[in-house]
Every structure is written in structure tokens, then in C-alpha cells.
């Protein structure tokens, strides 16, 4: 078993770590970590617990540490909960100390050294760890997982792009609630209600997007150029973001069910490789008009499963589908659980 | 006063135009006529009175007649409520009978002869009246409004239209659960859920938007030819339809303020004929990020207000926005008491 | 016209106000008071507008003052929306200042010599105002309204208590969300849930509920000694308390037809003075089983109204009923605005 | 392992059924039954699935049978999720065939032959299934479980029956609308709203605590005669019966602390059978005043726990707290599936 500590172990993110961490096969939790008004006490008087399960008994009393180096010098690789205002030093000095990062932070996703990673799209680009320099002797190192968004996105058109060609998208989100932490979207703001803009949300989805779906030459990666145009939205969901979105493509199929295929056939890179976090089935395309639905299939395969429906042939541009996928176990810390998977498995942590 | 009968006066929208109507300067509501089922009971007795303010008192012992003709004769004109099941036939035998029908329902829609009529966009489409043959005399005869997306979605695109002319939009709608009546949508299907499709709403958002926006040559419609792509979902909102949209223009403007001239000048054509259903100011460009939402603005201006938020040069075609508006208020029996209004200001009801 | 000051005015409380007096045809706002953050800013730069109506224009640009008495030399008094963190000192200050101050704070609704006013309920116990000693002319006093649950149960109770005497009683609140102000309780707290404790709620409702139906002798107040048991819980709506009781009666009616006779019979003592905020029926009683509910009837007679439900003989203890009411209309601001309103009319405000 | 059948296997129960008995170590899904509707039909056409797990593959081709004992010959017993407006008969007609019925529906609850049956209340009931004379041989009985208020409930006061002796209590719930089957409460009922009622709820509650808190004395119950006053409300929460009451004891504890040891102290009768649905810790005493809520806890301990939460003494009668448990696990599927093992446990079912 490696040991692993967790930075930013008393917010949303961190909770999720925690919570998908119990009885992992290859991970049990060392340290926790968070800021200086938690630091000292015990995790269950620290924290204010909002998972709806169980807080696991051998975590409530662990003592939460200073998300100091120092302080975690017997684990031997750390997750990164942290929030974006503090994440860039932090995860910064645990790098530079040796101790590997995966975070879900958004500091590090465009640094060119760091791999923005999603094990079934873009596994080989973990090499760009080679390139990083935070610690001289390369142990020390940062790994990040897309937003939120940008992981649903990603997943739902990376066998588009493999098998078409992405000249253009134009997407529109509806986001649950839970996307922004806690105590995060008031309830006077959501209930029965849409809010029609997400602060920071829409400049990163062209970016992570086009990053995810580069390819690594020697040691840097070679991005693709299509535009993305986006609005996120709130809803009152409470897990699971929805995407609507309309593709541009360079060669489209065509027809439906050469457009079916590009999923059915794609290839899971990371399929035979074992990994605890990874779906059985990556993609499960709906044919009920009606799903896929955030309340019932977010939860599907633990969360992992990147849900597709409404897949067509479109009047304007060449194909609209919605996307669907939980946002804080897919599109966060199960996620990075997954690229410490694919790390271990590679032979970067150990 | 004009006497007006309300047909499908005990759904979901008969209930709007009884509601709407109390109070009303020139129509006074003289007859309901609902299902066989509600026929020859008093009002409270046939039907659930579902809206938030008291059922008028003089409404509710009135009886209930049959949706015949024969029991209308003393109106001036009907509102049609009616489910689009029967309102083909029904409306079809008051218009022969030479009732005008003032109708919500989107059966005649497309019909080349009926106006879709939304005052501040195509008024003078009332004209096609004349070429309709119900009945003999001319003097019954169909004016529709248009479905509850086409509504917003028309009303945002106009100054657009006149102003850089139209190629192509993708639009993704986040629909109110008042848009499917009563009972309309489980509350297992939607609390805390989006489901991302609405049976029957999508195709009828191109071919009601371009008629809207078509030109009356003579006795009939040229259609501009753009095409849209619409994703129409559900979300646990009461009232207001939300609209995402993406605009690809003819002559794009040069920069945001060009654009939001396009609205700030466009001239209302019916501003100046003192339709009492008529809004003070029909666009508010809201300029805070978080605006329009459907539970804070959908009941301005007594809910026939277009509201227009987050309005951008795009990076994918050339405009973005979100546009929203009451979808049974502005969206259904409101527009549809508008259309009697500038039906009556024309002199084709009297 | 009088002229108004608003203390408070930028939180939710305040903004009821702000919004409320809009056309009231006797106070006009003169000027607005708020924390030190707020102060010197335009009221549209220092608040988040929160209402579902129009922010009125000419508030729009008022500029916000510090809450203190020299700032508002000019008003007849002022509201109090003001947190109970700090409306202790503040209102003490104005009513030393000679500036009467209506309160909707907690701080001073158990001091002997201050009313804890519902006009329909104890409109004499205005004469405390006598009493006060905060200004040595007496020209500055306080009045204060009760906590948002003892409102709508004091009014439910009020004919029961003087037509068969109270002994004790068991309730449940189900609170909505605008109760917590803004931003108030969480999203992921409350959606799709319940909270079953408000915290400080409980230990309001029977000290408050005793003042308001005790008598004034002399310049004293003799309680009622009935013992009350509460349950304070938070539901997913927006605007209403419901409160489901059951209580028991020194002389309990002999059927349910005596039972409702004491609300038809009751005599709204200040049913005659015309005042502005007095609903026309201050009883709805609901004979539909499903009614009242809080998102169809908290609006009615513009959030004044007490709604009753389910009135019926107990199995336990003597009656049972369901009460409702708007609880940041008639439970708060509204309910201030009424004893303003009441106090201008017996004289005491001028 | 036992080969079971379902009755209602496609209304909201019956796909509850199908759900928890996956992977059932003891009891697998051999035939199901529903209307003639669906007769004949595969299982995934004939059902809405609304679960939000994936529906078990080897379930999704099954043919649906009518609910008639001559299909199901080839069953050990049939769990029953029909509707009590036919289960009457069919339930019937399926006991004197010689097939067991464990069923959900209320028609039987109050026969005095039927045990109403919570194994951890009185497991002792079952031996009631020897007064009944369904079948000649005695192969065919009934045993129900109750009504999903009354689960709840009777596991709260169970203790303080046994230590303390109950007087009276009286009662809200707060139910979720899953209660209500599919489709249901409509949205636009719910959304944002509290309905003060629920149809036929509130007259089983008292019986059915009754019969669950009797003593069987040789073939008969002798009945405790306290009186219960309950309310039921529905809220819009989804899964998860909330209840807020105070009970009246006979001989009330000294302190809190006393009360708390009834529960930690009560010796659950099954706790050492080893029965699969079993809930390790009966009992959750949320020390947290904001605790047990509906989202976060329900589906603890695989639905079957019960929540405790709020438990103080009261100022009127001796005791309040509130209860909660998942209404179509504990309350309705799952409790049926319990009480089956604990019948096979017993010898009843092989």
C-alpha cells in the first residue's frame, strides 16, 4: 500500500478524496492537511462533513496538519484539493520537496511541463513529467486533472476528433450545484431558478480541451486549433454537469451509425491496464431520448462513466449529443485518483 | 367591453388568460368551454386551480359549456387554451361558425393563411387574415402565437435580423416546468435533475422562427432560409424559459456596442398604440453576468418582458446570449391576449 | 407624506422594505443606512438586489449612510432591518436620539417597557410606549414586530385563546429559505432536503406568542403561562412558514363548526382604521385538505393574509390545524410596515 | 437459494424489489408479475425504469406475467409491491394457491391473522401466520410490513415503549415525494412547496403503531391504547420520510441521559440471526442538531437504518426528537425483503 496525503482535506474536494479513497486496493491515507484554522484539530471538529455517507472512523480523529512539506515527509504522494488562491505556492513547495502532486487545482493545468491528464484520452502524456523541473532531482513533481467541464467535454469528443476531425464546437453547460464547493451557490440564488453564468468557467473549456486533445512530440505538445464557444450555466442539480453541445466536424460521418461507431469502437488506452477507478464501460451511449439525467446515472460506475445521449445528426454543424457526468468524482477527485492509478502503474509513484 | 369565451378554460392555460384577464381594460371574459368531462359543472367544481392568486369569484360558479360554437354565440371572440389533440378540429368549427379565434394551441401554426403573430415583430401578418376561408363572410377566422421557445427566441433575434441579417444559431433551452401544464412533469423526473430532451418542442423552433421573421408580400410569406439547431431540455425551474443561443450573422457588428445598439434602437412597432398587454420597455439588457433568471425577472413587466443577458462577440459564429422570458405569460396566454389586443386596434375584432 | 428611514437597508430585510413601500401612500424612503461597508456608496453599487421586482430608480442612486442618529435628522423614524449583532446598540442610539425606531430585530422584544406588536392581535400595547426612557422628551421610543414563526402562530391562536383558552401546545415548523436572509442557507444544504433545526428559532416562539396574547394592566404586561413545545425545520421553499400545530384548550368547542366560528367571528380590531397593509380577510380559512401551501398563497393580499388548513378536532389534546403565512412580508417587513402604520394612526407617529 | 416472485413488478415498489434483491445471497428473481398492460411485454419495455442504478441486465429480457398464481407455480413466495387497489384479490388468490405473499400493500395490515411485521420490533408476530386459513394445507399466508410512516415511528418509540410506557404522541412528517409512486406528485406541486396533506396517510399511523407495539398472546394481539395525533405533510425531498414528534410517557426518564440509554441500551431480537438486510447499528443517534437529513443519511447502512435525531425532553409531554429513514427501503421494499429472511430464518419460508 502507498501512502498518501491529502492537501485541502477539509473542503468539498478533499472530503471526496476521502470519502473515494476508503478501501482503495493501492492508497490508504496518511496525512491530511489543510489550513492554518484547521490545523491542529481533529479532522472531525475541522471539518464540516457533507458527504452522505459515513465519515470513516479512523479519519474523524486524525489530527490535520499544515499543508507544509515538512509535515509530510512519510507519505508518498499527495492529492490536491486545495483552493486555486493558495494552490499555486503549496503544491509549489511539495514539488520542490520531493513529494509528487496530483491535483485537481487549477494553478498548473496550462504550465506547458505539467500533463493536464485523463487516463483513456491522452495516457502518454505523462511523459511531460520528464520535463519538470520543481525539485533537482526529479522526484518532486505536479499532475493535473481538467475542470470540471473540460473532463466531460474532453471524453464525449476525443473519438469525434479521432475519427473526424474538430473544426469547431459550440457548447452550452448546465451545472450542478455542488461544482462550487461548500457552502458555495446560495440557495436563494438556485432554487427554481437557472443562473446563466459560472465566474472563471468559460475560459477554461477551450484551453483544457484543445490541451487534452494535443499530441506529445519529444517534449512538448502540439495542440489542435479549433475554437470553442461556451456559456455555463447553474441549475438545481446536485451532482452530474450536463453538456449540450454542437460539433463542427472536418470529415463527418456519414451517418448515425457511423457516428455510433466512433464510440463503439474506440479504444480505451487504459482498459487493460487494471486500474481500480476505471469504468468497465467508458462510454454508455443512451437511446432514451430522455437521459442521460444527472439524478439518475451520475452515480453510475462509482461515478466514473461518461454519459452520452440525444447523439444526431445536426441541421446546423454536423453533430449535437449531450454529455453528462458526476462533476466531483469524474470531473474531480476521482479522477485524479485515476491519473494516481495510471502514475503508479507507469512506475512514477511507488 | 369585448365579450370573450375562453376554450380549454380549465387546463393550464385557460387558467393564464382567466388569470390575465381580470381586470382587463377592454375584454371581459363571458364564457369557458372545457372538456365533456368538465361540461355543465361549475368552474371550481371542473377545474384544479392551479395559479397562485385567488380564483376570481365571479368565475367560480360559472358553468361550463361544451367547446361548441353554438354555446359561444354571444362572444366577440375566443381565446383557444385547447391541448393541440383537439384543438385542429374545434378551432376549425368556430372559425367556420364565424367566431375569431385568438388560438395558442400549434395546429394551424404553419397554416399558410394563419398569421403567427408576435406585435412587436410582425404585425402587419395580421393582413394574411383576409386570405383565409373558414367561413364565408370573412368573419371567422384563426391568429396564433407562437410556441413558448419561438417566443423569446423571435423576440432576441429580431433587431439581430434587421440589423446583420442571419446565417445560422445553435440554441440549447433550459424550460420551465410550467411549460408542460398540469400535471405535467413527475417530480421524480425533475427535482434536483435537467432532462435533457422535450418531446414535440425542438422542430417546431426553426420553421415558427422564420415565419416570424418572414416577409408578407402580397397575400403571402417569403421565409428567410437560416437554419437552426435546437436542444430543448427540462430543468426544476417554475416559470421562465431560459435560451442559450449562438448566432452566426450575415454582416457581423464591429464590436459589443454596435450589437447592443441593434436592441437599443430597434424601433417597437406597436409602442405607440397603447396595447395594454404591451411592455413599457420590451428588451432589458441586463449588464450583471448573472442576469436574466427566471425566478428573479420572469415576472416583470407583468411578465411580457424580453430579457437579454450576457449578450458577446462569440469565438465560434459571431453573438452569443441568453435570452428569457415568461413561458405561460409571454410564451402562451399573455402574447396571445396581445394578439387580440393589436387585433382589436386594427379593427379585425370589434 | 412621512418620511422613513431604513436601517439595514442593504441586507434582505431591508430589501423588503425598499420594496414594499414603493407607492405606500403615507412614508416616502428618505434615506437608507448600513454598515460601514456600505456607506458612501450608491445603493445599487453596495447591495446585491435580491427582489423579483425592479430595484425602483430613484433608490438606485441614493447614497448609503452610516447607521447613525445624525445622519437621519431628517426622518419621522426609521425601520429597523438591522442584524441582532448590532441593532442592539444602533436602535438604542436612535431612540436616545429621539427618533422612533419600528424594529424587526430581536434585541428588544422581551423588554417590558417595548411592544411586541401584531396589530390585529394587541394594537393596545402601543400604550408601553409610554413607558420607554431611551429619550428624556419621550419623542424617541421602540416598537418591535415578533420573530417570523410567532407571527402566523399568534395569529392562528389568537381566536382560540380568547374563545376557549389555551393550555398548551406541540408544533412543527416547515421554514423557507428566505427566513435565513442572503445568502443564507447552502444549495447542498437544502435541496432535495430537509434540515430538521434553525438555530436560536425554538426558544423565540413561546416567549414571544405570550407577550402577544397578554393583557395590559396599567403599564404592565400579565402573561398567559401555556407552555408551548417546537420543532424548528427548514424545507426547499422559497417564501412562506408553514407550521402544523395541535393544541390544547381550557374549554375546547364542542364540535368543528364552534371551532371555525371563532375565526369568523373574530373581530380584526383595527379592521376599521384603513390601513395601508391591513389585509381585507385576515382569516383564509382552506377547506381544500391540500391547501394552504406556501408557493401559491403566500402572495395573496400581498403577503399579509393568514392562511389556515386542516382545522379539525385532535385525537390528542382538542384542535389541529396548519397555518401559513409570508414570512418576510407578513413575518417581517410587512408586518413592520403595518405597525408604522397602526402607530401613525393612534398618533404616536406624526 | 429461494426462487422468488414479484407482484407489481413494474410500479415504483416492484423496480425497488428488483433492485435490492441483486446479488441477494439468499433469494433470486425468478418470475414477475404486473397489469395486463404489461403482460407479455420484456421487462425493459414494459417498465419506466426510474431507479438510478443500471437495470440488471438478465432482468431487462424477462417476459412479464399476469398476476395470476397459476404462472408463478415454479416460486417459493412472492414479494408483493402491488397496489391496494387490486392486491386485495390478488394477494388472496395467491395465499389460497399455497404461495406466500410478503407483501408491501395495506390490505391485510389490519387483519388480525396478518402479522404486521418490523423484525426488530416483534419477530414474535410471525407465529400469527398459523391462525390463518387461506390455504387448507397452511402453505399460502400473508405477512405485510407497514406503512412507511409507520416504520420509522415504531422503531423511535419502540424503546421508550419498553423502558418509559407511552401515553400519547403526537406527530408531523415531512415525507419525500418518492413516496408517492411514479408518476406521482407533479412538479409543479411540489417545487419550492410544502402540500399540508397526504391522502390516506395520516389514519393508518395510529393502528398500525398500535399492532407493531402489541403483545401476541397465544393467537391473539393485545393492543396498547395510546392515542396518536399525526399530520403528514410531503416536501420536496426525494428519498427519506422525516418526522417531527413528542410523545407523552408513562413513566418518563430523569434525564436526557436516561433517554439516550434507551436506545443504546434496546437489544434488537434479530441482531444475532445474521439476516442479510439487517442494519448493523439499528439505531443512529445523530448528536449533530442539524442531523438526521433526509439526502445525507438515507441511504446509510443500505437504507435500513434508523435515524435519530434532535431527542430532548419537552416542554409539554415528556419527550421530542424527529426520525427519519428511507421510505421506499426501510419504510417499503427493503423491510419486506427483511422480513422474508427473517421468515426463513424461522423456518416459514423454504
Same mark, same amino acid.
Given at each position: 500500500?502507498?501512502?498518501?496525503?491529502?492537501?485541502?482535506?477539509?473542503?468539498?474536494?478533499?472530503?471526496?478524496?476521502?470519502?473515494?479513497?476508503?478501501?482503495?486496493?493501492?492508497?490508504?491515507?496518511?496525512?491530511?492537511?489543510?489550513?492554518?484554522?484547521?490545523?491542529?484539530?481533529?479532522?472531525?471538529?475541522?471539518?464540516?462533513?457533507?458527504?452522505?455517507?459515513?465519515?470513516?472512523?479512523?479519519?474523524?480523529?486524525?489530527?490535520?496538519?499544515?499543508?507544509?512539506?515538512?509535515?509530510?515527509?512519510?507519505?508518498?504522494?499527495?492529492?490536491?484539493?486545495?483552493?486555486?488562491?493558495?494552490?499555486?505556492?503549496?503544491?509549489?513547495?511539495?514539488?520542490?520537496?520531493?513529494?509528487?502532486?496530483?491535483?485537481?487545482?487549477?494553478?498548473?493545468?496550462?504550465?506547458?511541463?505539467?500533463?493536464?491528464?485523463?487516463?483513456?484520452?491522452?495516457?502518454?502524456?505523462?511523459?511531460?513529467?520528464?520535463?519538470?523541473?520543481?525539485?533537482?532531482?526529479?522526484?518532486?513533481?505536479?499532475?493535473?486533472?481538467?475542470?470540471?467541464?473540460?473532463?466531460?467535454?474532453?471524453?464525449?469528443?476525443?473519438?469525434?476528433?479521432?475519427?473526424?476531425?474538430?473544426?469547431?464546437?459550440?457548447?452550452?453547460?448546465?451545472?450542478?450545484?455542488?461544482?462550487?464547493?461548500?457552502?458555495?451557490?446560495?440557495?436563494?440564488?438556485?432554487?427554481?431558478?437557472?443562473?446563466?453564468?459560472?465566474?472563471?468557467?468559460?475560459?477554461?473549456?477551450?484551453?483544457?480541451?484543445?490541451?487534452?486533445?494535443?499530441?506529445?512530440?519529444?517534449?512538448?505538445?502540439?495542440?489542435?486549433? +479549433? %475554437? #470553442?464557444?461556451?456559456? $455555463?450555466?447553474?441549475?438545481?442539480? *446536485?451532482? =452530474?454537469?450536463?453538456?449540450? /453541445?454542437?460539433?463542427?466536424?472536418?470529415?463527418?460521418?456519414?451517418?448515425?451509425?457511423?457516428?455510433?461507431?466512433?464510440?463503439?469502437?474506440?479504444?480505451?488506452?487504459?482498459?487493460?491496464?487494471?486500474?481500480?477507478?476505471?469504468?468497465?464501460?467508458?462510454?454508455?451511449?443512451?437511446?432514451?431520448?430522455?437521459?442521460?439525467?444527472?439524478?439518475?446515472?451520475?452515480?453510475?460506475?462509482?461515478?466514473?462513466?461518461?454519459?452520452?445521449?440525444?447523439?444526431?445528426?445536426?441541421?446546423? +454543424? %454536423? #453533430?449535437?449529443?449531450? $454529455?453528462?457526468?458526476?462533476?466531483? *468524482?469524474? =470531473?474531480?477527485?476521482?479522477? /485524479?485518483?485515476?491519473?494516481?492509478?495510471?502514475?503508479?502503474?507507469?512506475?512514477?509513484?511507488?
Amino acid at each position: 500500500m502507498m501512502k498518501v496525503g491529502i492537501l485541502g482535506a477539509t473542503g468539498a474536494v478533499g472530503q471526496k478524496f476521502i470519502r473515494l479513497l476508503q478501501g482503495h486496493p493501492w492508497f490508504e491515507i496518511e496525512a491530511l492537511g489543510a489550513s492554518e484554522r484547521s490545523a491542529g484539530k481533529k479532522y472531525k471538529d475541522a471539518a464540516n462533513w457533507i458527504e452522505d455517507v459515513v465519515l470513516p472512523e479512523h479519519i474523524k480523529d486524525t489530527i490535520v496538519k499544515n499543508c507544509e512539506p515538512g509535515e509530510f515527509s512519510n507519505v508518498d504522494f499527495v492529492f490536491s484539493g486545495l483552493d486555486s488562491s493558495v494552490a499555486g505556492d503549496i503544491e509549489k513547495a511539495f514539488a520542490e520537496a520531493g513529494i509528487p502532486v496530483i491535483s485537481n487545482a487549477k494553478n498548473y493545468r496550462q504550465d506547458p511541463t505539467v500533463p493536464l491528464l485523463i487516463p483513456e484520452i491522452n495516457p502518454d502524456h505523462t511523459d511531460l513529467i520528464k520535463t519538470q523541473s520543481f525539485s533537482k532531482d526529479g522526484k518532486g513533481w505536479i499532475v493535473t486533472n481538467p475542470n470540471c467541464v473540460a473532463v466531460p467535454l474532453s471524453l464525449a469528443l476525443k473519438p469525434l476528433f479521432d475519427s473526424f476531425g474538430i473544426e469547431a464546437l459550440i457548447l452550452t453547460t448546465m451545472q450542478a450545484v455542488s461544482g462550487a464547493g461548500y457552502p458555495g451557490v446560495a440557495s436563494l440564488d438556485i432554487l427554481g431558478n437557472v443562473v446563466p453564468f459560472i465566474s472563471g468557467e468559460e475560459p477554461k473549456v477551450g484551453p483544457e480541451t484543445r490541451k487534452l486533445l494535443s499530441t506529445l512530440n519529444e517534449d512538448s505538445l502540439s495542440l489542435p486549433d +479549433f %475554437d #470553442v464557444q461556451a456559456t $455555463a450555466t447553474r441549475v438545481p442539480s *446536485i451532482n =452530474g454537469h450536463m453538456i449540450s /453541445a454542437t460539433v463542427k466536424l472536418e470529415n463527418p460521418p456519414a451517418d448515425l451509425e457511423e457516428l455510433k461507431k466512433a464510440y463503439q469502437n474506440y479504444r480505451n488506452p487504459v482498459a487493460e491496464l487494471g486500474l481500480p477507478f476505471s469504468p468497465k464501460a467508458l462510454y454508455n451511449l443512451h437511446d432514451n431520448e430522455y437521459y442521460p439525467q444527472p439524478r439518475l446515472h451520475a452515480d453510475w460506475e462509482n461515478g466514473m462513466q461518461l454519459h452520452l445521449g440525444r447523439l444526431r445528426k445536426a441541421d446546423v +454543424f %454536423d #453533430v449535437s449529443f449531450v $454529455a453528462m457526468a458526476h462533476n466531483t *468524482i469524474r =470531473g474531480a477527485a476521482g479522477g /485524479a485518483i485515476l491519473n494516481a492509478e495510471l502514475l503508479t502503474k507507469k512506475g512514477y509513484l511507488k
